[in-house]
Every structure is written in C-alpha cells, then in structure tokens.
C-alpha cells in the first residue's frame, strides 16, 4: 500500500501569513468555548435524564448529535478566526478526521463495553456486566474457531484467484482485437452485487435439478452434482463463486501494471532470444513484484470480509463448513439475538485481523526490499 | 507501433513453420478470451433470459429464447413491470420502486459526502503539513486508510445501539452516514493519488496574485481533479449500492436497500425462478450499464495510487 510514497516530495505551498488581530482571536476562542458548553450541557442533560436523575430532558439523543454538528462549525470558524491562514488549511482536513472519528472511535469503545457483557435483545433483563463469560465462551465456541479456520482457507484462494486474474491481464495485453469489449466483460462480474450473484449463480445456475451447471456436471459424469452439501465441495463452491466476483478487481490492477512497464524490456528479451515463458518468468514477473503485492493485499484485506454470498447462498451450511468469521457472527446477531456474545467475537476478530495485517505488510515490504536489491 | 509489429511480424512469419505456430497461439489466446468472456457473462445472460421464462422452460432447461422457449412475461408480471400490467396499481411493484430508490439515495448521498469531505482531506494531505501532536501527514494518511481493514461486523452492533438512541434506525440518513464512511478511505486514496499529480506551480501563482488558499482550490484544482473525482464517485456508488451487511442489519421498513429486498426473497423457499430471476434482472441493471458506460472511470479509480 502506498502510504507514504507521495508524500516523499515535500508539501511545497509557503505560509502567507497575515497578521490576525488579538480582538479576532479572542472572539474565536469565545465561539469554541461557547459551542463546546452548549455540546457539555446538552450531554450532561441527557444523561440525567437517562438515569433518571432529572425529569426534564430529550425524547433521544438526536439533539446531541445536533449539538455535535454545531460544536464542529464552531470548531471551524473558531480556527479561521484564531489561526488566519493557518486555520483556513486546517478546514480541509477537519471535515473528514471529525467524521471519522465520531464514526469510529466512539462506536470501537462502546462495542468493548457491550462485548463484556451479557446482552441479549431477547431476553427482558437488559444488558449486565459479566466479566470474562464472553471470553470464556469464545475459547469453547469450536463453529467460532471452525469459522477462522475457514478464513485461512479462503485467504489462501486468493492466491489462485491472483494466478488468474495475472493469466488473464497478459491476455488483455497481449496484441488482439475486440480489447474493449473483452475489457468491459471481465470487468462486469465485479460491478454486481454479491446478493444478485447469490441467487444468479449459488441458487440457480449451482441448483441440483435444474442448474445449467449440475446439468453439465451430470453430462461430465458426476451423477449427483449437488454443490452445497458435501463441506470440500461447498467450500469450493463458495470460493468459486468469490472468485467469480473478486478476480476482475486483481485483473485491473494488474493490468494498470502490465501498461505502465516498458514496452523496450520484453523486445529486448525477445532480441535475446527468450522464449515467451522465460521473458515472462525473468522479465515480467519481477517487474510486476510490487503491483502484484499491493493487490494481493488489498485482496486479502477484502476477503476477510467476506460475508455477503455465505449469508444468502448457504447460511454456514453444511455445518459451518463454509462459514466465515462475518457470517457466522451475522447469525449469532440475527437468529440468537445474542449481542454481547456476538461483539466479544467481533472484537476479537478484529485484534486478529490488525495483527495479521500489520504483519503481512511488514512483511511484504521486508520482502519487495530485498528481492529489488538483490 | 502498429507498423513496427506488422513489419516484426512479417519477418518472423517468412517460413510456414513459424506461420503455423504464431497461428496456433492465435487461437489459443482468443480461444482463453472467450472462453473467459462466456465464464463473466453467462450468468448474467442466465438471469435475464430466465426472467423470460415459465415453469417448463426452467425444467427442461431451455436455454436460448425464440429457439427453444418462447419468451413470456410471467417473472416481469409477478413484479408489475410487463406491459400488462404496467399501468395498474401493483403492490410488488411499489415496494420494488421504493427500495430502488432508497438504494440509489443511499449511494448518492454517501457518495457525494464522501467525494466532498475526501477530496478537501485529500488536498489537505497532499499540499500541506499537518502537525496533530505527534501526528504529520504520513499518520493522518494511515489513519484514514486503516479504516479500510475495519471489517463492518465490528461496527454493526455499536452502530445499532448507537442508532437506536439517536433515532436513526431504519432511516435514510443513517445508511448515508456508515456507507459514506465506508468509502471515505477509498475516495481519500483515489483523490490523493489524482492531487498529486496536478503540479503545484498553478496554484501558487494563483496565491501570488492575492487567491485565499480556498479561492484556488476551488476555482484552479478542482476543474482539473475533476475526472479523479468522477471516478471516485462512481466506483463509491457501485460499492453502495451493492452493500447487504449494514443495510440488513440497521434497516427494516422505511429504508430497506434494493440488496435487503432481493435477499429477503431468496430465502422464502417457494419464490419462483421467473420472479426471483426478474427481481436480480432489475437489481443490477444499474450496474450493467454503469459498467458498460463508464468502465474507464471505474479502471481509474481501482488503480488510482496502486501502480506508481
């Protein structure tokens, strides 16, 4: 992932600063401090009124959400007004960190809170506090662990749908006709959404009696061709199905690569007297090392979200064998109501998931370094 | 470059041997390209000729229209959109125009929000440096990236509590405000990538001349952004509308997304082929033609920033 490298040049543009009046700073300051006593009242209103310490307060907590809004206006005129060109800049930044940040960290924090306790939308007690129970749980659950075993398999179908998509980014270099047309074709896979994919491909072309693929499957000679019920297979079929959708999106970027290279490197192999295989294996594919990572990586982060097609097309089954991490916790939300639980499972997750990528991206970057030095 | 093959090819191609060989590849290579092109294509080619179909045609697996079926209207009438029955009043059909639009509010609005607090954090980062603490541009960048790995169940359930006390379960506004955080990281990379490319010079001649920093982003860079940020909204409105986890989760009646509707159907066991396969025909349509129209915008925006 390119964080950093457009960032190698330095932000040029010089401070033009004009002198800001003391009268025009202190005015900015009152603006924020007013804005943020009104956010505070309003907070600390609500929150009685939660707990029931006043009678007087909002129906929801809407108004505070206003006050949010308001307070991040203030934030805004206050810092034109205090800082002068300084805080003009800061107004293109601020817009997207206080979203980000209401959006985010809140939401984060409080799903800590609810995955250690209790809660269940079923049952009338309310929410509680039970300490380690959900961790507990979590170490016993064997359709949790299932499910992140899953997720290594179907992290390791990436690399098949990598191999792919490479295959088919040469083929749309390659010199031939009819390019736009191929283009848009591959292309369309990705631009459908995965429920429509659901029932075009997992519930009726896979259908066992009447699906155009279980019909060839029969005339192949797989005599009872149900895709669905055996866990390999439905596996496969899941990751067929995945890949149906997600190979486009790996081509694409490829292919961006396969174009910026030099068209003087490949005929100066071919001069050489390297064979297709040998110009590809020695020229292409080292050449494309960086591209192929950054993609293989944005793919892999993509798939540990892989929910949608399991949930519609086969629910889990057969027996968790095709559940991923999100779709089994989908249902333990849906279908057992069970939030608490299902948070800690989240939560959980998620701690895997930044330790997993942090160490992949460390590790591709160690691994690009040393390969391009060599 | 179209000349310089022919001419390579001409003396390569002088023996019939070779002839033969550059033949066979030929065919080999357009051979994979539609074998590949039929893989993408069939199924949606499936779906809307299934929508053509009744009962027997399913069964007996009948696949070209004309040839071997008779085209019917019967899975476009279960939804009110053949000509029939297009001019009466049709509940289906309502509820199908409802959920179309609350998906393409969604997307839009998400998306426009998105393009528009992106691109402002996106010229920030890529003309100027920040100090947030111990916190420079290269930190706010990550930040705003690492929102990608995020996987949407962590979020679901706060997001659900969270909503329920403001009120805004099961509104339009909501799903605006998850969708446009999901593809804000998306748009911030796209806008970045496409900043950096336009030279700087042109906006500090407009500061020479007396611009606010706000009068030259606006009327000098933002013109010239302006084919990134086509690309940037388009590919934020595919990845909207397409969306199920969050609309599944934090809508029920008012809001419920177009991908809501037809998985809903799915799950009912006696939904027939026709009307299922109508439903999926109207869902991506959109999409179809997105695709076909506008493919080098969504090119531009999934390899923005990836290939350096």
Redesign the interface.
Known sequence: MHVSSPLAADPQIEVVSREVSDSRKALGRGLIILASLVLAAILVVQVLYATDAIAVGFENWRPALYAFLLWSVALGVGQVLIRGEHGQRALFLLPAILFTVAMVIFPTFFGLYIAFTDWNLSSFKGRQFNGLDNVMGLLQDSYFWNALLNMVYYVLSVLVQYAIAFGLALLLNAEIRARKFFRVAFLMPFMLSPVAVSWMVGKSIMEYRYGPAATLARHLGWDSPAFFTTPWVARFSIMAMDSWVWIPFIMVLLLAGLQALPKELSEAAKVDGATPWQSFWEVTFPLMLPVSVTAIILRIIFELKLADIVINVTAGNPGGATDTVSSFIFRVYRDRSNVGYGTMLAEFYLVIIIIFVTLLLKWASRWIRRYTWQ | MATD?IALEQVRDDTPVRHAGFLSSRVL??G??LL??F??????Y??VT?SFKVAVN??Q?H?VPWVDFQPDWKGWRSLGLSPDTIGETSTVRDEFLKRFENSILASVGASILAV???S??A????????RFGPWR??D??????S????????????????YK????LDTKIGLI??Y??MV?PIV?WIM??QF?TIP?EL??AA?VDGC???GA?LRIVLPIALPGMVAAFILSV?LC??E??FA??LTSTDAKT???M??S???SQGIN?WS??AL?TA??AP??L???FL?RY??KG??A????
């Open positions: 093959a290579i357009y994979a390209l590949w092109a893989i993408s294509l069939f199924p949606i499936w779906t299934t399913v069964t697996g696949m528009v607090i992106g402002l954090a010229y920030g980062l890529s003309r100027f440096q920040y541009n290269k706010i960048s990550f930040f705003f990236l929102q990608l790995i995020l996987p949407p169940v962590v979020l679901a359930m706060p997001f659900l509590v969270l006390e403001l009120a805004l405000l998850v446009t955080l804000l911030i970045r990538d950096d700087q906006e500090q500061l606010t920093v706000w982003f595919v509308w397409n199920y986890f599944a989760l177009l991908p809501v037809v998985a159907q799915t799950g082929w299922m396969a999926s869902a991506i999409l179809v997105i695709g076909l493919e969504i090119v999934l390899t920033g990836a290939v350096k």
